[in-house]
């Protein structure tokens, strides 16, 4: 589904964003991406999605190039930031629309993603708002329901479960679930380690831009919890 191969960044010429990392995501997966800050996910989670270009190596998903093919890529595959930049003048629904108009959803099955999402997150009822009016929260349930309406092979998510209430959260991890179970798979940063530990099948630690370990959660973390894996792998 997603394969990153040897994938090197540099944002100058002394120190590298990410040195020569190497991930697989297959179908089914829900892949935890962990680190601290500044150790490069989001620069990763960005080159994936086709944000930023990156000096060597290759990304592809389901076998097309995000540089050479990068269109292509973008149809099966949606991205969640976590601080989510959406156009504040427009509603809700305006701007669930204007997403369903770029991926060519025809009106009938953008209209039953929109009910089914907005009753979900429970925003059907703050849709008709413009966007300036919502908190981080409903701005963050937004972009999650414009990701979805395409429904997406491949969800892309750098720390989802930031500024989401306990309920919204349990909704999307249930999402996340339904996704995989149809054959999708979700590459995702988070620094929520017991969520991570819970809901991955895989994981992938990353520390000052090295990928340190990877694979299934429970071989990676052993007979302790991932917290405790993780502080011990970060030296802290």
């Given amino acids: ?27 089914g997966d829900i892949y935890g991406f962990i680190g601290a ?4 996910k989001t620069t990763t989670i960005k080159a994936v999605v086709g944000i ?6 290759r990304i ?5 190039s995000i540089k050479k093919e990068p269109i292509i890529c973008k149809k099966m ?5 976590d601080n989510p930049d959406l156009y504040e003048h427009l509603t809700g629904y305006q701007y669930i629309n204007f997403i369903s108009d770029l991926f060519d959803i025809p009106t009938d099955e953008r209209t039953a993603k929109i009910e089914k999402y907005g009753d979900l997150f429970e925003m059907t009822g703050n849709l008709g708002n413009i966007i300036a009016s919502y908190s981080h929260g409903m701005k963050q349930r937004t972009a999650i329901i414009s ?9 892309v998510l750098d720390e989802p479960f930031v500024g989401l209430d ?4 349990f909704t999307l991890k249930q999402i996340m679930q339904e996704c995989v179970s149809d054959g999708g798979a979700i590459f995702f940063s988070t620094h929520i380690l017991d969520v991570a530990e819970k809901l991955c099948n895989k994981i ?6 090295k990928l340190i370990a990877s694979g299934p959660t429970e071989t990676v973390k052993g007979n302790q919890s991932l917290e405790s894996f993780f502080m011990e792998v970060q030296d802290i």
Avoid: Q, R, W
Wanted: aromatic share 6%.
């Fill in 1 to 27: 589904m997603l394969e990153i191969k040897n994938f090197t960044k540099s944002y100058n010429e002394k120190k590298k964003a990410v040195d020569d990392l190497s991930l697989s995501i297959d179908p």
């Fill in 147 to 155: 990701a979805l309406v395409h429904s997406p092979k491949l969800l």
């Fill in 166 to 169: 306990p309920k919204a959260t």
């Fill in 60 to 64: 592809t998903v389901c076998g097309h």
């Fill in 204 to 209: 992938a630690i990353i520390k000052g831009g």
């Fill in 37 to 40: 800050n500044g150790s490069g």
């Fill in 52 to 57: 930023h270009d990156f000096d060597s190596g």
């Fill in 77 to 81: 595959m949606a991205y969640i930031p």
